[in-house]
């Protein structure tokens, strides 16, 4: 929960109360918030029944999402009481979060207790999008040179780095299916590596040392899919037998999913509204996975 306390005077035109009495105003939402519309940013509580919203006119969510080479994106807009509006709310009634923010034209019944608008306010929208293969091996723990750069590590040379590349070691076979083992404890230390050379399968393109790449012995389909091609069921797949050096040449690598995760953050300086005023207002992060969570296609290089 982010809390906000602030003494609200009695009178509406000052700061100072002239007869000592305050009331004292608990804005207690959650860390995170909602998106809709063009653009509305919201969030709601109960007990009692306020919800705090920011409108972003001209803004959608295709912008905030923009981001730019580095994989990073800033906003920023001024509150004009037009265009761009904080606003707080509280209501005598529950309303649905959905019904308030996210429909043309808002239900006639919501009761609204009190309303106040921000009459000044710098809002910042932060986007930092963060790239994964999902492979089961964390991003950090794909450097393989150590140097900290995950960009340069591109086992197989397909031109996807590893961190991002479902196949580290280019033999159609999933990185998720060669039993890299990883664990917080243990980290990569029990990867398989079925053909004993100290390279573990997820990084061998010849997993059985049997002189064929992985790639090329599908005997069976070809499909792009090793896996499946078993002779002889006693052993299991013909890339793991080392009795079988058949070899069918590969002829392109799978098509990989890279697995994509926006961090929305909203910031705001310098809030006023009619009796209170704040100097940072951490709105929090966008809490909406049809909007933070996509995927996209990357095409390897065969070689």
Do not use: W
């Amino acid at each position: 929960m982010r809390k906000f306390l602030f003494l609200l005077c009695l009178s509406l035109t000052c700061l100072t109360c002239d007869d000592g009495d305050i009331i004292v105003v608990e804005l207690d939402f959650d860390d995170t918030f909602k998106a809709c519309g063009e653009l509305v940013f919201y969030k709601t509580k109960t007990d009692p029944s306020e919800s705090l919203s920011i409108q972003v006119q001209g803004l959608t969510v295709e912008d905030i999402l923009a981001v730019s080479s580095d994989n990073t994106l800033t906003l920023t807009r001024s509150v004009n009481g037009t265009t761009n509006r904080i606003t707080y709310r509280t209501y005598g009634t529950q309303p649905n979060a959905s019904d308030l923010f996210c429909n043309d034209i808002p239900p006639a019944n919501i009761d609204i207790k009190s309303s106040s608008e921000s009459t000044s306010g710098t809002i910042t929208i932060t986007t930092l999008l963060i790239e994964d293969d999902n492979d089961g091996i964390p991003a950090a723990s794909e450097d393989i040179n150590g140097n900290g750069d995950l960009t340069d590590d591109d086992t197989d040379g397909d031109g996807i780095p590893n961190y991002l590349d479902q196949d580290d070691d280019g033999d159609n076979v999933p990185t998720s299916a060669e039993k890299a083992n990883y664990s917080v404890a243990n980290g990569l230390s029990n990867a398989q590596d079925s053909d004993g050379d100290g390279i573990p399968d997820y990084l061998d393109a010849d997993d059985d040392n049997d002189g064929v790449k992985t790639r090329d012995e599908e005997n069976i389909s070809q499909d792009l899919n090793p896996v499946n091609d078993i002779s002889d069921p006693n052993v299991g797949p013909d890339y793991l037998n080392p009795a079988i050096s058949t070899t069918k040449t590969a002829t392109a690598f799978r098509t990989h999913t890279v697995f994509q995760t926006y961090q929305v953050a909203i910031l705001v300086q310098n809030v006023a509204f009619p009796n209170i005023s704040i100097t940072t207002l951490d709105f929090g992060t966008l809490n909406d996975s049809s909007i933070t969570s996509k995927t996209r296609t990357a095409s390897p290089i065969f070689n």
